[in-house]
């Protein structure tokens, strides 16, 4: 059974930088891809930034430049550093992992404020 718990969220002045951690548990085998989505009130979610498998990065128009998605594959740990915050990146932050032949699995979400 995959498992993915998020930390690292809190609440910071704009401008300010966070990182957060996913963890995975369960099988790593066959993974195809991690990501990191977000949900603001009121707002569907949102892609942030995604990784795949061979190391390929994706990130959102709103994000380039200031996050940056990485992944420590002997700790099943993947990452998302988020420096010049705004108050506009208020939300909450999901980890996502997709596995071939599983499907999709969801962390729990960790929630990110940032101060204006």
């Known amino acids: 059974q995959v498992q993915l718990v998020e930390s690292g969220g809190g609440l910071v002045q704009a401008g300010g930088s966070l990182r957060l951690s996913c963890a995975a548990s369960g099988t790593s085998l066959r993974l195809i891809a991690m990501g990191w989505y977000r949900q603001a009130p009121g707002k569907q979610r949102v892609l942030v930034a995604s990784?795949?498998?061979?190391?390929?990065?994706n990130y959102a128009d709103s994000v380039k430049g200031r996050f940056t998605i990485s992944r420590d594959n002997a700790k099943n740990t993947l990452y998302l550093q988020m420096n010049s915050l705004k108050p506009d990146d208020t939300a909450v932050y999901f980890c996502k992992a997709t596995y071939w032949g599983l499907g999709d699995y969801w962390g729990q979400g960790t929630q990110v404020t940032v101060s204006s």
């Open positions: 990784i795949s498998s061979g190391g390929g990065e």
